[in-house]
Each structure stands twice: as C-alpha cells, then as structure tokens.
C-alpha cells in the first residue's frame, strides 16, 4: 500500500510540475518514481547471472600445511551491484585472513566475509593463505551473499549451498627422536629374536625355553622324551602389527572428553602408523573412537606400503574424541583374527584393569604387545598391573610442545590476505 500511495504522489507530481512547468516537481517526481522502481525490482534481478566460487590448491594436507585459496565472484550483467557482503562459514580448524568467531563450545565456527562493489561485467578474485591448524574432514561453507539497491531501501540476499572439504591429516613425528630411545622402539632389545615365525612352516623340535608360546609346545614329543620339547619354525617373510587406539582419556564417562589427551594419542598412532610403513610391516588399525559419518568403532584392515599408511591417516583424522565402546571390547573382538606372533601397539591416555587384562589375554594368544602412554605424568596404578614384558614408553611430555593449536590464543590471525584483482568479464 504505502509503495502504490508512493507512485501515485510521484505521478501527482510529475503531472503538476508539466502543467505549472515546474521543472523542481518534475525531477521529485522523478527521482521518487526512480526509488520506487529501484525498490521493487532489485531483490528480483540483484543475484541473475551472479556466480561465486571458491577453490583450494589441493584436498588433503596435514597439519601445518598453508594452502592458497581463492573465491570469485563474477556479475555477468549490466545491472552493477553497489555493494556485495559475502558471509562464508569456515571451520575452525582452518586460519586464514578475514574471519571472526561465530558461537560457543561445539557450535563455534568462523564467519569468512568479504563486502565489495562490482561494475557491470566485472570479475574479482581474492586469494588467500589458509593455514591447516588441526586434523580433521573440515567443511568450507555453505555462503551468504547479502546486497542492496544504491539507495538502502531494499536488500536481497541468496544463499549457496555448494561446499567444499578438506582432509588435514595427524601430525606425524619421528618416533626414536620423540622417545629419545636408543633401540628400535617397536623391536626388541639386542640378542632377541626380532622376525616373527610362521607356524605353517614347521621345520623340527628343540627344548622348551621359558619365552617360547604354550601353543608352540608339542606334547606328543614332549610325552616321548619326558621333557618339554617346543616346535621351530621357520621366520615368516611379513611381519604384522595392529595399532590399538582408545579414545577414552577419563575413568568416568560423565567426564566426557579430553581433546588434548586425544589429540596427542592420534599423533602417537599417526607416527607408529608411518613407522610400520617403513619397517615394511603389515598393519592396520582399530579404535572405539567415533569414525566421521559413522556410528561404529574404527577399523582399517591390514595391509602395507603407501596406501594402506594413507588408508590408516584418513580414518586418524576423521576420528572423533568420543568412545563408542570400551577399547578390551574392540582388542578382544579384533585380536581373534590376528596373525600369529603379530605387534600390537596400544596407544592410550588412560590405563584402566580393563585394558591390562586384554594385555595379558593378547599375550597368552602368542602376540607381542607395545604400550605408549598419551597421558600427562606417569600412568595410573592399574599400570603397575602391567606384565614386566609388556614396555610401557611414556609419549605425554614429549608431545607438550605441539599442542598449540588448543590453547585459547590459537585462533590469532597471522596469515596475510592478498589484495583482491578486477578482472574484465
């Protein structure tokens, strides 16, 4: 109503102006009927053949990493846009230059905007330097773009949908310069047989020795010569190792959970991970952590070389900090199909009597077991249940020092944005 009663008083206008010939009647008239125009069909014709477009340099990287990236937005029309607000959600994991912090707790995200103005047939790219701060599958998007017709009256807004992920693998680092260890940290010490042997390649009988498997006596020999008498085997060609993540880091479930203990036992398993690849081991992975889009516990099959390390980082960095079951449930469920006189490297912030009783089950079955502690200080009393066989590596305070990105400050904006370039349509 008030938009119709606007016409007609501009029309009033214009008719008085002509007939008294007023020329300041005529160009009010004008100009408001100019307004009403302007208001009535911008939101219809604001956003028409208007694109916007980001792109990344590439879709996996690993902490640490800075990338380029680039957004677009190209006004493939006469109509100019006199101002442009562009509001794109960034996640948190991710810094880069012209983003401020939106919400609170798990809902916390940054807000990427950018406010320009664009000629007709103009295009404009703005390229900037995105650090990946923490592992993860993080999601860039959806975008707001917001405009206004030049005389602030009405505004447009359209929203676009399209998203794009990047995968930012765990921190990988070097697990003898971690540990400060003088021997191999997953072999065993000097004068010990470290090949696994294969129990389908039986080559005769010796006297049983207190470190040889009950399962590798023979008790038929052993009933013939009143001794007992183990079966040798010939060394197996592959030699395999399960990596054990718990993503539990407290001992009550109420407790919730402790991203930082977390984040440092994912790193553990990380590195573990890239050293099985280049000891040529065949390895997998489980954990009761959460997988991404998923609501079950996290299980990489074995395998080795390249592509199984990859395999076994995208599911670490799609780990979520929340623990669907207790860890000896997943030992005990996994550890049935291992391989005889496989490694099983456990990797925990939390020792509890659960997870030493699995220990000891592990090495009844004939499997080799490696704990790393993530924790801070040393390891609760249930740790002093732990076999004297089993080693124990303390991995907490070597990994202090890379835990900056989850201190408070860790959101400060230290990448620099470029100035964005005009390019003719």
Request: proline share 5%; aromatic share 8%; glycine share 8%.
């Amino acid at each position: 109503m008030i938009s119709d009663l606007w016409v007609i008083a501009a029309t009033i206008a214009i008719i008085a102006g002509l007939l008294a010939s007023q020329a300041l009647l005529i160009v009010v008239g004008v100009l408001v009927l100019l307004i009403w125009i302007t208001g009535k069909h911008w939101p219809r014709y604001a956003f028409r053949r208007l694109s916007y477009s980001r792109r990344l340099e590439r879709r996996r990287a690993f902490i640490g990493d800075v990338l380029d990236y680039h957004i677009t937005v190209n006004n493939d029309k006469l109509l100019p846009m006199i101002w442009l607000d562009i509001s794109d959600t960034f996640p948190l994991g991710l810094q880069t230059g012209g983003t401020h912090r939106r919400g609170v707790g798990a809902e916390a995200e940054l807000d990427h905007r950018i406010t320009t103005s664009l000629l007709p047939y103009q295009r404009v790219t703005w390229k900037y330097r995105v650090r990946c701060r923490a592992r993860g599958y993080h999601r860039i998007g959806p975008a707001r773009l917001r405009s206004g017709d030049m005389f602030g009256l009405t505004s447009a807004e359209k929203n676009v949908p399209d998203v794009d992920y990047l995968l930012v693998y765990p921190r990988i680092v070097d697990l003898r310069r971690m540990l400060n260890l003088w021997e191999r940290p997953l072999g065993t010490g000097r004068g010990r047989r470290f090949i696994q042997d294969d129990p389908s390649r039986f080559v005769g009988l010796r006297e049983y020795l207190p470190t040889d498997p009950l399962k590798h006596i023979d008790w038929k020999a052993t009933a013939r010569h009143g001794r007992l008498e183990s079966r040798i085997f010939e060394p197996a060609a592959t030699r395999y190792m399960l990596i054990a993540l718990n993503a539990r880091t407290g001992d009550a479930a109420w407790q919730g959970s402790n991203r930082r203990l977390f984040e440092r036992a994912v790193t553990v398993a990380a590195s573990v991970a890239e050293y099985a690849r280049n000891e040529d081991y065949t390895f997998g992975l489980v954990s009761n952590a959460i997988a991404s889009y998923s609501s079950k516990w996290m299980s990489v099959p074995p395998g080795s070389g390249n592509l199984q390390l990859e395999s076994v980082l995208e599911s670490l960095a799609m780990a979520g900090p929340f623990w669907v079951s207790e860890l000896s449930s997943v030992l005990r469920t996994e550890s049935e199909s291992l391989t005889s006189g496989s490694t099983v490297v456990l990797v925990t912030a939390l020792i509890s009597r659960a997870v030493v009783l699995e220990t000891e089950e592990i090495r009844r079955r004939g499997h080799r077991m490696i704990i790393f502690y993530a924790g801070d200080g040393e390891p609760g009393p249930a740790a002093q249940q732990l076999p004297p066989e089993v080693p124990l590596y303390l991995a907490g305070p070597s990994l202090a020092g890379l835990e900056e990105m989850w201190r408070e400050d860790w959101l400060d904006d230290e990448t620099v944005r470029t100035v964005p370039v005009g390019e003719p349509g």
